[in-house]
């Protein structure tokens, strides 16, 4: 019996926040703030990240699309996803790290060439590292600005 209550002790929930925030970190956005499901203990620790990695893998390019899919309706689903996490982060302002890879713009949709550019504004602050953006266009006119405040940056190493 003693046995039995050793291999259910959760020794990941005992370790420091700091270090879970580290483990979390290297999750998917999404699997991260699936974790707050696990127990009381984890329910508000992606709150805390530093670190962001927002990616719309399944997108296909704009060639490869077979026509069944709505990539404005599947850039909104994202969208709702970066938004939320931004949103019930702690300090959006403390993020060290943020990559974003996903559509920039699709034909004339304004929504998406907005969010993009709200997003990296939103992380732009005293602690941010590194900034990764992989955006896609079919338009070759469309091509991202990149904001001003993040050129005085003092603690950026890392513009990809």
Not at 1 to 12: G, P, V, Y
Not at 26 to 36: E, F, S, W, Y
Not at 124 to 133: A, D, K, R, S
Request: net charge neutral; with cysteine.
């Amino acid at each position: 019996m003693a046995e039995d209550s050793k291999l259910e002790e959760d020794r990941i929930s005992n370790l420091p926040d700091g270090l879970l925030n580290q483990i979390l970190s290297l999750l998917p956005i999404k699997d991260a703030v699936a974790t707050g499901r696990l127990s009381r203990r984890w329910r508000h620790l992606w709150k805390h990240l530093s670190v962001l990695n927002f990616s719309l893998s399944h997108f296909k390019i704009y060639e490869e699309c077979d026509g069944t899919e709505d990539p404005t309706e599947e850039f909104r689903s994202f969208a709702l996803l970066v938004n939320g996490v931004l949103a019930l982060l702690r300090n959006p302002r403390a993020i060290r790290k943020f990559h974003l890879h996903c559509a920039h713009s699709h034909l004339d949709d304004k929504f998406r060439a907005y969010s993009v550019d709200t997003w990296v504004r939103s992380v732009i602050g005293p602690h941010l590292e590194e900034l990764n953006l992989v955006l896609y266009s079919k338009e070759y006119k469309s091509a991202f600005k990149l904001p001003q405040t993040l050129f005085t940056s003092a603690n950026l190493i890392s513009l990809s």
